[in-house]
């Protein structure tokens, strides 16, 4: 199975720092997402990329998040001033042909 | 996107079969119905899809009636490393683009 991986796997940050979470996609694959899942609760989308720029995005990604490819092959997620209720772990997934692959995950805890 | 229902929870003992069904009244004609697996902290894993009638590979059969509002996951002979949440979802995912759409998914434990 191709294989998504994410960076680091395991965040603690102060409320109010920024984080840059960071992703390594599938070489060849075009659409990038990033998603969500706070302790206990469902998988949430945040954002999807796509051609260098945001396709879509759900209310809860906010002017705290952006999403960039900074050097065309890395997929970063930044939130600028995190909060408590941003404690969760973030998964970026990739398209394959028919189906999404997801990265183990990071998870962000913010103190 | 076509809204899913699926059992909460279910449980089973290690070398059943397990059949997990999943209702999808408003199914569109381009969607594929899609499950996933997911343990405690890690990414979702896509385990099988299909359109119509019966799939198989070689971790489950889906199972999709002619009128496609429902299917079910056949997971057989399972072990306790199949302990996890299974996910249904619905959606097209030709054309590339595909936004997924998470429910509560159904948390199966596999007893010993």
């Known amino acids: 199975e191709p294989e998504v991986t994410q960076t680091p796997s395991h965040q603690v940050t102060q409320m109010g720092q920024e984080v840059i979470l960071r992703c390594v996609p599938i070489s060849n694959h075009l659409y990038f997402y990033w998603y969500r899942q706070i302790l206990g609760q469902k998988v949430e989308f945040l954002v999807s990329?796509?051609?260098?720029?945001?396709?879509?995005k759900s209310e809860i990604f906010d002017d705290q998040f952006s999403v960039e490819r900074p050097d065309g092959s890395n997929f970063t997620l930044k939130i600028r001033s995190t909060k408590l209720e941003d404690s969760a772990m973030y998964f970026c997934?990739?398209?394959?042909?028919?189906?999404?692959?997801f990265g183990p995950g990071t998870r962000l805890t913010v103190l | 996107l076509a809204k899913t229902t699926q059992p909460i929870s279910m449980d089973s003992y290690e070398g059943q079969e397990v059949n997990i069904t999943c209702s999808h009244n408003?199914?569109?004609?381009?969607?594929?119905i899609t499950w996933y697996q997911q343990f405690p902290s890690q990414g979702p894993r896509f385990i099988i899809q299909g359109y119509k009638t019966k799939v198989t590979n070689e971790v489950a059969s889906l199972f999709i009636p002619a009128d496609r509002k429902s299917s079910t996951l056949s997971l057989p002979r399972v072990s306790l490393s199949d302990t996890a949440v299974y996910y249904c979802l619905v959606g097209d995912p030709t054309g590339g683009y595909n936004k997924l759409i998470f429910g509560a998914g159904t948390r199966l434990a596999v007893h010993p």
């Open positions: 997934a990739n398209d394959g042909t028919d189906t999404q692959y």
């Open positions: 990329f796509y051609n260098n720029e945001i396709s879509e």
């Open positions: 408003n199914i569109a004609t381009n969607d594929y």
